[in-house]
T-cell receptor
Framework: AQKVTQAQTEISVVEKEDVTLDCVYE???????LFWYKQPPSGELVFLIR??????QNEISGRYSWNFQKSTSSFNFTITASQVVDSAVYFC????????????FGGGTRLMVKP | DAGVIQSPRHEVTEMGQEVTLRCKPI?????LFWYRQTMMRGLELLIY????????DSGMPEDRFSAKMPNASFSTLKIQPSEPRDSAVYFC??????????????FGSGTQLSVL
């Protein structure tokens, strides 16, 4: 069975603060993929990143960065210098190599960035 | 490409009525997924298809729910009879098969269902 846990249900920060969203996963698959999606107030689900289990290099994309630590089964997401437009619900998700492209989602973290 | 297209965007119906949600996946994608989003349960997978064949329907809550994919460009999710607890946002998503990797899902805009 696969499981994704996002312990932070809601985070509130002031604009320009850095914020880290935690994600912990469980899987028995030896090969798997981790994802982050953003759901802004408009409701659509926007893909942010995909990572495979063999690539533990951290990734940076503009103000976004991701830290994958296989030893602790975590895939955390950091937003540097947060902006009001970052306000959204962020979902971490897992896809095992024996389940097609099926995603198991965490419960989501609602991020509120105040001006 | 227009992306994954879902219709209707909003559906309000009365308890006991039949509801049909529709989805057109991205052309060339061979996986199609139906997810439901509620405050209590988050995003949960209902069913997914590969090459129009249902692969895993273990997430379908009960016999009132059924899903079909008659061809590669169309899928429906039907609830009959509908109940107030079915109120949720229903997302359709599609993805391609690319070698041996697991690809990202492309989501539609969702159908907001309200059962009164």
């Amino acid at each position: 069975a696969q499981k994704v846990t996002q312990a932070q249900t809601e985070i509130s920060v002031v604009e320009k603060e850095d914020v880290t969203l935690d994600c912990v996963y469980e899987t028995r698959d030896t090969t798997y993929y981790l994802f982050w999606y953003k759901q802004p107030p408009s409701g659509e689900l926007v893909f942010l990143i995909r990572r495979n289990s063999f690539d533990e290099q951290n990734e940076i994309s503009g103000r976004y960065s991701w830290n994958f630590q296989k030893s602790t089964s975590s895939f955390n997401f950091t937003i540097t210098a947060s902006q009001v437009v970052d306000s959204a619900v962020y979902f971490c998700a897992l896809s095992g190599n024996n389940a097609g492209n099926m995603l198991t989602f965490g419960g989501g973290t609602r991020l509120m960035v105040k001006p | 490409d227009a992306g994954v297209i879902q219709s209707p965007r909003h559906e309000v119906t009365e308890m006991g009525q039949e509801v049909t949600l529709r989805c057109k996946p991205i052309s060339g994608h061979d996986y199609l997924f139906w997810y439901r989003q509620t405050m209590m349960r988050g995003l949960e997978l209902l069913i997914y298809f590969n090459n129009n064949v249902p692969i895993d329907d273990s997430g379908m809550p009960e016999d009132r729910f059924s899903a079909k994919m008659p061809n590669a460009s169309f899928s429906t999710l039907k609830i009959q009879p509908s109940e107030p607890r079915d109120s949720a946002v229903y997302f359709c998503a599609s993805s391609p098969t690319m070698g041996y990797t697991n690809e990202k899902l492309f989501f539609g805009s969702g159908t907001q269902l309200s059962v009164l």
